[in-house]
T-cell receptor
């Protein structure tokens, strides 16, 4: 079974703090993704990575950056957290680059920025 | 650009009743279509997907969805729901032709299915 794990289920941070969200997958997948999930908006893609050290912006990259130093790990960074970044963050991985392949999701990190 | 519309944000239904969750997409090209399910306090998991061939696809737990190209729809149905089907359901689309970010998934806003005893 594919396993995608995220470092925290719940996180509370203060405005202006630097926040790291970690994601690890154990299936040697090339592609990894970060989404945020908000009520009524579904999932929106923040960034994705198609290989180590390679990244591409998604639909809402502003205020975020990412790092992929190893194939199994994809980190989302909030350089200076703001209250409008309070959300559920979901990480996913996928084998290969084809849009037909299934994305496998982690359990999510619920981030609250005070 | 692709978009996905899930017309119902909340669908309450009694146990053992049938249910249909609606999904429409906009795309000028052929598409891959997906339904993902999110149980409470969990991430999303794939329920079923349409890639090509038969327009009716089924999941292992009794859900089915039919790809209708003329109506650009991919509605999800189950003839008899259980309490355990209570979850949020997301329709998603990807474009098999384009490259780069265009091949990523575009999600609908989700439908919360609540099965009542």
């Amino acid at each position: 079974d594919v396993k995608v794990t995220q470092s925290s289920r719940y996180l509370v941070k203060r405005t202006g703090e630097k926040v790291f969200l970690e994601c690890v997958q154990d299936m040697d997948h090339e592609n990894m993704f970060w989404y945020r999930q908000d009520p009524g908006l579904g999932l929106r893609l923040i960034y994705f990575s198609y290989d180590v050290k390679m990244k591409e912006k998604g639909d809402i990259p502003e205020g975020y950056s990412v790092s992929r130093e190893k194939k199994e790990r994809f980190s989302l960074i909030l350089e200076s957290a703001s209250t409008n970044q309070t959300s559920m963050y979901l990480c996913a991985s996928r084998e290969g680059t084809s849009g037909r392949n299934t994305q496998y999701f982690g359990p999510g990190t619920r981030l609250t920025v005070l | 650009a692709q978009s996905v519309t899930q017309l119902d944000s909340q669908v309450p239904v009694f146990e053992e009743a049938p249910v249909e969750l609606r999904c429409n997409y906009s795309s000028s090209v052929s598409v891959y279509l997906f339904w993902y399910v999110q149980y409470p306090n969990q991430g999303l998991q794939l329920l079923l997907k349409y890639l090509s061939g038969s327009t009716l696809v089924e999941s292992i737990n009794g859900f089915e969805a039919e790809f209708n190209k003329s109506q650009t729809s991919f509605h999800l149905r189950k003839p008899s729901v259980h309490i355990s089907d209570t979850a949020e359901y997301f329709c998603a689309v990807s474009d098999p032709v384009s490259s780069g970010s265009a091949r990523q998934l575009t999600f609908g806003s989700g439908t919360q299915l609540t099965v009542l005893p």
